[in-house]
C-alpha cells in the first residue's frame, strides 16, 4: 500500500495513494477539447501521462481531516483504496473527524455514494464551500440520470452533517481554505502551515505536467474554463514566487514537488 508521511511543523500529513485514473489519463484529445492530439503528443514528449489519486490525511490539534475520498468500491482494479491506505497508517473511517470535499467530481466523491455500499464516517462532518453544494445539488436536480439522482439522494441525507466554509477560514490549526474556483464553483484547497513550514494542497488546479507551460490548455470537466486558467496561473505564480511545498491531486504518486517559473513558463520539479 503506497503511503507518503511527511510532517509540516508540528502538522502530521500522509498522502494517500487512492490509486490511478483511466478517466484522466486515457483520452486526452477529448479531455483537452481546444488542443489537436498533435499538441498534445509533443506536450507530453513520449512522457506516460498522469492519472493518480493523491488524497491527503491530516492530523492538526488532536483533528484529523481526510481530504476527499476517491472512488471508493467503485475504482475497480486499479483505485479504491482509501479505506485500505487509511488502514494501514493504524487510522479507521471511524477515526476521521473531517472529511473535506474539495469539490463534488466522481474521482472525489464516488466513495460515499457507491452502489456496493458508501464509505461510512459515523463521527465526522463533512465540510465544503456553499457554491460547491450550490452547484451540484442545482446540477443534479434538474438532471434524470439516475447516477445524479443517486448523488442527490445521498447527498440530501447527510445535509445536516456539512458544514460550509469560505477562503481564509481555518478548519483545524494551522489548516486554512484556499480559493480555487474555476475548475468548479467551488472548488477549494488546503493551506497547512505550522513551526514555519508550508505545505498547499491545490486539488485540481490542472490535471497533467504540460499545463504549467501550457496553462491555457483548460480541461473538459472546467465548469468556467476562463476562471479555471486565471485560477490556474494566479496561484502557479504564488507557489513559484514563495517556493511553497505542493501537493496535486493528479501528479504522479506522492504529488508532492514544488513549482517554479522561468520567462513566464512554469516548470514542475516533483520533490524528490
Request: with cysteine; proline share 5%; aromatic share 8%.
Amino acid at each position: 500500500m503506497s503511503v507518503h508521511q511527511l510532517k509540516i511543523g508540528d502538522i502530521e500529513c500522509a498522502v494517500l495513494h487512492e490509486g490511478e485514473s483511466d478517466l484522466i489519463a486515457n483520452n486526452l484529445a477529448a479531455r483537452y477539447p481546444d488542443v489537436s492530439q498533435a499538441q498534445i503528443e509533443a506536450a507530453l514528449a513520449g512522457h506516460k501521462p498522469a492519472g493518480s489519486l493523491n488524497l491527503p490525511f491530516i492530523s492538526s490539534g488532536g483533528t484529523w481531516i481526510l481530504v476527499d475520498v476517491g472512488f471508493g468500491a467503485t475504482g475497480g482494479p486499479t483505485a479504491g483504496n482509501t479505506e485500505s491506505a487509511l488502514n494501514s497508517i493504524g487510522i479507521k473511517l471511524a477515526d476521521v473527524d473531517i472529511v473535506f470535499l474539495s469539490h463534488f467530481h466522481g474521482d472525489h466523491i464516488a466513495g460515499l455514494v457507491a452502489d456496493e455500499g458508501p464509505m461510512e464516517f459515523p463521527k465526522a462532518r463533512f465540510v465544503t464551500t456553499q457554491a460547491e453544494w450550490d452547484e451540484w445539488i442545482g446540477r443534479w436536480s434538474a438532471s434524470d440520470a439516475p447516477g445524479d439522482q443517486k448523488n442527490l439522494e445521498r447527498f440530501t441525507s447527510l445535509r445536516d452533517r456539512f458544514s460550509f466554509v469560505s477562503a481564509g477560514e481555518e478548519i483545524a490549526p494551522g489548516v486554512t481554505v484556499v480559493d480555487l474556483k474555476g475548475h468548479t464553483q467551488g472548488h477549494a484547497g488546503l493551506l497547512l502551515e505550522s513551526g514555519g513550514d508550508r505545505l498547499l494542497h491545490v486539488v485540481d488546479l490542472l490535471h497533467q505536467p504540460f499545463q504549467f507551460a501550457h496553462t491555457d490548455w483548460h480541461f473538459s470537466f472546467d465548469s468556467d474554463p476562463a476562471l479555471a486558467v486565471e485560477t490556474r496561473r494566479r496561484i502557479l505564480k504564488r507557489c513559484a514566487a514563495e517556493g511553497i511545498l505542493t501537493l496535486f491531486y493528479h501528479m504522479p504518486f506522492p504529488g508532492l514537488g514544488r513549482v517554479s517559473e522561468e520567462d513566464g513558463v512554469f516548470r514542475w520539479n516533483p520533490a524528490a
